[in-house]
């Protein structure tokens, strides 16, 4: 079991560019996050999925989108990239949203330099 | 608005015992997280916490008190694999994490 995997694992990208973070888990998980993470900041929730089908804002949405067409894959899209999204994306899930420990594990990341 | 608050670097020596403290101030609150995060990797979680008191893994240990907003994770007999970053993270009213940044702890032998 892989659990969760991401790709690519870094990548440098020219400034107005467009590029899809992937992010796929294998544990049949409901719902699915994006953070981002930079040095001296606490994770910052870019964008959730509590299920298949829905999406919702988090903490740092602007110049990101996402989709959740099924269960396993959670792609983050940034549509014109700038250099302030240079950072290390983490894709992480979970079983669910409300109650119980709702413990989220993570990706591997991927780091992102925009020049 | 919502905070957490941690220490950014704390040192300890192999073999002893450290404390890491975490402030919170939520909107609602469903439970305190602890992470452990070598550097260049993901998180990986500790513990977990809800109810007010000691919670104990073995060499880890995690503490919480609501009515202080407070949370601490006790690391015992340290070793040179405990250096890593440790993030305290509240779990608000609309279950979203609040995360703090992070507390680097190094081990020295």
């Known amino acids: 079991i892989a659990g969760i995997t991401q790709a690519p694992t870094s990548q440098i990208l020219a400034a107005g560019r467009r590029m899809t973070l992937r992010c796929t888990q294998d544990?049949?998980?409901?719902?699915m996050y994006w953070y981002r993470q930079d040095l001296g900041l606490g994770l910052r929730l870019i964008h959730y999925?509590?299920?298949?089908?829905?999406?919702g804002k988090g903490e740092v949405p602007d110049g990101y989108s996402v989709s959740r067409a099924n269960t396993d894959d959670f792609p983050l899209t940034l549509a014109s990239a700038v250099p302030s999204q240079t950072s290390v994306y983490f894709c992480a899930s979970s079983d669910s949203v409300a109650g119980g420990t709702d413990t989220q594990y993570f990706g591997p990341g991927t780091r992102l330099t925009v020049l | 608005g919502q905070n957490i608050d941690q220490p950014t670097e704390m040192t300890a020596t192999e073999g002893a015992i450290v404390q890491i403290n975490c402030t919170y101030q939520t909107s609602g609150f469903n439970g305190l997280f602890w992470y452990q995060q070598h550097a260049g990797e993901a998180p990986t979680f500790l513990s977990y916490?809800?109810l007010d008191g000691l919670e104990e893994k073995g060499r880890f240990s995690s503490f919480l008190s609501r009515s202080k907003g407070y949370s601490y994770l006790l690391l015992k007999e340290l070793q040179m694999k405990d250096s890593a970053s440790y993030l305290c993270?509240?779990?608000?009213?609309?279950?979203?994490?609040?995360w703090g940044a992070g507390t680097k702890l190094i081990i020295k032998p």
């Open positions: 544990m049949r998980h409901n719902a």
């Open positions: 999925s509590n299920t298949a089908g829905t999406t």
């Open positions: 993270a509240a779990l608000d009213s609309n279950y979203q994490l609040i």
């Open positions: 916490n809800v």
